[in-house]
């Protein structure tokens, strides 16, 4: 099984911009899921309920331990202004890790994952 990592913006102007946020992390995990392939949310293991706790670079670093032990990246739409997803995609290119910007990419290279690994 293929372990897919979600990144998605987090943090917003307020409490509410940031429970959508997880939702919308949240929704793209379960079309992964639907693909057959196991999502990694970072936004449902903590959400923002340990925020100001450890800084914020722990839970930086922790993610980005995360994504390291993940085959693939898939970005949630509006990842764009997100520093954090900034420093995902950076540690992706770094890994040579596949990373795509929507479901229909993934499901392709899913796809392609099950015929060569068959």
Same mark, same amino acid.
């Given at each position: 099984?293929?372990? &897919?990592?979600?990144?998605?913006? *987090?943090?917003?102007?307020?409490? $509410?911009?940031?429970?959508?946020? &997880?939702?919308? !992390? !949240? /929704?793209?995990?379960?079309?992964?899921?639907?693909?057959?392939?196991?999502?990694?949310?970072?936004?449902?293991?903590?959400?923002?309920?340990?925020?100001?706790?450890?800084? *914020?670079?722990?839970?930086?670093?922790?993610?980005? /331990?995360? *994504?390291?032990?993940?085959?693939?990246?898939?970005?949630?739409?509006?990842?764009?202004? %997100?520093?954090?997803?900034?420093? /995902? &995609?950076?540690? %992706?290119?770094? *890994?040579?890790?596949?990373?795509?910007?929507?479901?229909?990419?993934?499901?392709? $290279?899913?796809? /392609?994952?099950?015929?060569?690994?068959?």
């Amino acid at each position: 099984m293929k372990i &897919i990592y979600v990144a998605g913006a *987090l943090f917003a102007e307020n409490d $509410w911009a940031i429970r959508c946020n &997880i939702h919308r !992390a !949240a /929704e793209v995990g379960m079309e992964v899921a639907k693909l057959g392939a196991y999502p990694v949310i970072p936004h449902t293991n903590t959400g923002s309920m340990f925020t100001g706790t450890i800084t *914020l670079a722990f839970w930086y670093e922790g993610t980005l /331990e995360l *994504l390291r032990r993940c085959d693939a990246m898939i970005l949630v739409p509006g990842y764009e202004g %997100s520093k954090g997803v900034q420093g /995902e &995609i950076a540690e %992706s290119r770094r *890994l040579n890790m596949p990373l795509f910007t929507g479901i229909g990419l993934l499901k392709t $290279w899913l796809a /392609e994952r099950t015929k060569t690994d068959g």
